[in-house]
């Protein structure tokens, strides 16, 4: 009897957490951060917990001066490792514990993050997304991400310790871009990070994907705030300094 008592209460609580799922995409579709993360977390699972993540680094991503980021960076990496505690295999827990990490990682000296394995650890998460989908775009994005903000903040040493390459950043955005052409953010972080790099070798193709992002035409309230901040870069692009210094200090955010 306790058994089909347990079963019963669980059939009625399944349409409720799918509801809270349901409204929390879309909340988050409509750029309402906090609410998303509130009801994903509500519905529970790993999807759930992984969404709230994702409504919190949409967030950090979106709003770059926005108050106690290093706060909402460490509320996104506890949600996001839950997630992935509950099932290692859900893609997007994967995807955003990498997020996650890398921004736990914006607030670490260089040194410390490595010896905590924090780009090593995002890395693997990443690759091991590209394993089971190959085709995943913004997998690809980040991992491109991941290999130019080591050559950011690490230079030359940083690149040999962590054996990474300007080139595979490169090649992992410009299939991020073929697999998703008409989303502006991975022009616009690929721009940001060329521009990040201050060497004359990147800087024409930079200024080609600012002005790809600010053209595009958002399809959500994520990609809106993207385009608002693409069409500021591409407005100083054709000014070298200014666009270095700009996206310099949004990598550091």
Known sequence: MRFWIV????????PAARADLDTARAAYAEGHWSEAAALAQRNGGAEGYA???SALLAQLMIEPEAD????????AFELADYAHDLDEDNVSARLQLAGALGYRGRYMNGIGAYMRRVPQRGRNLLESVLEDE?????????LGAWHLEVARRGGQRGLRTLDASIEA?????TNAIALDPHNPAPRFFFAVA???LDDEAYYAQAVEQARIAAQLEPRNAFEEGIHS???ILNMISH???SATRWSDQRMRM
């Open 239 to 241: 000014d070298r300094p």
């Open 169 to 173: 950043g490169i090649g992992y955005y």
């Open 51 to 53: 969404l709230a993540a």
């Open 229 to 231: 901040e693409a069409e």
């Open 68 to 75: 106690g980021r290093e706060d909402l960076a460490d509320r």
């Open 134 to 142: 190959p085709s995943n775009a913004w997998a690809t994005g980040m």
């Open 194 to 196: 060329l521009f990040a």
């Open 7 to 14: 079963l019963l209460a669980c059939l009625a609580l399944a």
